[in-house]
């Protein structure tokens, strides 16, 4: 009853708004004042004076706006929905924003879009789009990235602004660095994480400054096709590029960042997926310089690799009826009658990724990469093979795929 008498006087005063000789500013103060300290008469208010209400939503409390919207006010609906946005309730947004969301202008359709992006919202975005509701954006050309779209269709301001690149063009290698690395991707996730790798190594190059200089990250998309089986090495199809793209000069490796895949290294091409850690990036870098895992090695590897003689590797000794070097300890890497050994009696980063490169396989490294008759397997030897295999397995001797 007492709610009753509440609302009666609410709308008795404000069906007399109308016969007061003060101005239509004076009238929708009061609304509002009675908004405030009488909810009940906050529909009446509203649709009185829509426009001031419409133009002060983000101002109102929540018990008022929530009121509103569920009282299918649509611009409260859609006001409603970013508010639960921004308080991280993206699921309970869902159905207000859904509902009136046609209704908005370009800009709220921008800030809707953008706060679904930082909730990672991929199906809700997917749906905007859909119904051709998402605008030109941020988001809309995360969106893409999101789902492997092909590069021509990014914005180029978008990938500067971000700091990749969608095609070869006016790429140059670094005369100062011994080794130039193409960095790749063909996913979203994958250009965070490779521009994090380079950072971090520029920050701490090894083994030594001016040995690696890496390219900004290459978004390829669907112009690459990447296995997608998690428990399998990491394997892309080159073959199509290596006939079809014009590849830059003066570049020795490869870093592909796929979306799934263990790590490995074969023929210049370094496979990593983009939930890989910076230790295993470093661990596969040095077998792009010839280092062996001191675990043990596939079988079909030990089967050639371990008959062999003498140093296969800057830290393999095959013992095949030969004294290792003083100092070098027993390695897991051959598990045959013939025994290998290691530099040092301490795990080492090709053992654990998890270990630091210590400074004796950094000395071991720097040794390697500085030694005048040493050649390493580049990737485009690596593309030969589809051209020439006979000369492609000839170069391959000694360096064939690492974990």
């Known amino acids: 009853m007492k709610t009753t008498v509440k609302l009666f006087t609410s709308v008795v005063v404000m069906l007399s708004l109308g016969y007061l000789p003060s101005s239509v500013n004076q009238h929708r103060d009061i609304a509002f004042w009675h908004v405030k300290h009488t909810p009940d008469s906050i529909l009446i208010s509203y649709y009185r004076f829509i426009?001031?209400?419409?133009?002060?939503?983000?101002?109102?409390?929540?018990?008022?706006?929530?009121?509103?919207?569920?009282?299918?006010?649509?611009?409260?609906?859609?006001?409603?929905?970013?508010?639960?946005?921004?308080?991280?309730?993206?699921?309970?947004a869902l159905p207000f924003w859904r509902v009136s969301v046609a209704q908005q202008s370009v800009d709220k359709r921008r800030r809707l879009s953008a706060l679904l992006l930082q909730s990672e919202r991929w199906d809700d975005l997917t749906s905007l789009a859909e119904q051709h509701l998402l605008p030109a954006s941020h988001a809309a050309e995360q969106l893409k990235l999101h789902h492997g779209a092909t590069p021509a269709s990014i914005d180029q301001s978008f990938a500067s602004h971000e700091g990749f690149l969608l095609s070869f063009s006016q790429l140059?290698?670094?005369?100062?660095?011994?080794?130039?690395?193409?960095?790749?991707?063909?996913?979203?996730?994958?250009?965070?994480?490779?521009?994090?790798?380079?950072?971090?190594?520029?920050?701490?190059?090894?083994?030594?400054?001016?040995?690696?200089?890496f390219s900004k990250p290459i978004y390829l998309g669907?112009?690459?096709?990447?296995?997608?089986?998690?428990?399998?090495?990491?394997?892309?199809?080159?073959?199509?590029?290596?006939h079809n793209k014009a590849w830059p000069?003066?570049?020795?490796?490869?870093?592909?960042?796929?979306?799934?895949?263990?790590?490995?290294?074969?023929?210049?091409?370094?496979?990593?997926?983009?939930?890989?850690?910076?230790?295993?990036?470093?661990?596969?870098?040095?077998?792009?310089?010839?280092?062996?895992?001191?675990?043990?090695?596939?079988?079909?590897?030990?089967?050639?690799?371990?008959?062999?003689?003498?140093?296969?590797?800057?830290?393999?000794?095959?013992?095949?009826?030969?004294?290792?070097?003083?100092?070098?300890?027993?390695?897991?890497?051959?598990?045959?009658?013939?025994?290998?050994?290691?530099?040092?009696?301490?795990?080492?980063?090709?053992?654990?990724?998890?270990?630091?490169?210590?400074?004796?396989?950094?000395?071991?490294?720097?040794?390697?990469?500085?030694?005048?008759s040493y050649q390493p397997l580049r990737f485009s030897d690596y593309f030969q093979q589809f051209k020439a295999p006979m000369n492609f397995i000839n170069k391959m001797t000694k360096k064939n795929i690492e974990g």
Request: with cysteine; net charge negative.
């Open 51 to 92: 426009d001031d209400f419409n133009a002060q939503l983000n101002s109102l409390t929540d018990a008022t706006l929530y009121l509103l919207a569920i009282n299918a006010v649509t611009d409260a609906q859609f006001a409603w929905a970013l508010r639960l946005l921004t308080n991280d309730q993206a699921q309970s």
């Open 172 to 213: 140059q290698a670094q005369p100062q660095c011994q080794f130039n690395v193409l960095m790749m991707t063909d996913h979203r996730q994958g250009l965070a994480k490779l521009n994090a790798f380079k950072i971090r190594y520029q920050q701490h190059p090894q083994p030594s400054s001016g040995s690696f200089c």
């Open 222 to 242: 669907d112009s690459i096709n990447c296995q997608q089986q998690p428990q399998h090495a990491a394997k892309c199809d080159w073959q199509p590029l290596a």
């Open 249 to 372: 000069t003066g570049f020795d490796f490869i870093v592909m960042m796929t979306a799934t895949g263990s790590g490995n290294v074969q023929g210049g091409i370094m496979h990593l997926n983009s939930a890989s850690y910076y230790g295993l990036f470093l661990h596969e870098l040095m077998h792009f310089n010839g280092f062996e895992d001191e675990y043990p090695l596939p079988a079909a590897k030990q089967a050639w690799l371990c008959n062999q003689k003498g140093l296969v590797a800057p830290n393999l000794f095959i013992a095949n009826d030969l004294t290792p070097p003083a100092g070098w300890q027993l390695s897991d890497s051959c598990q045959t009658p013939i025994k290998a050994y290691k530099p040092s009696h301490n795990w080492s980063i090709m053992q654990y990724q998890q270990i630091p490169l210590s400074v004796h396989y950094q000395q071991l490294w720097l040794q390697q990469i500085t030694d005048p």
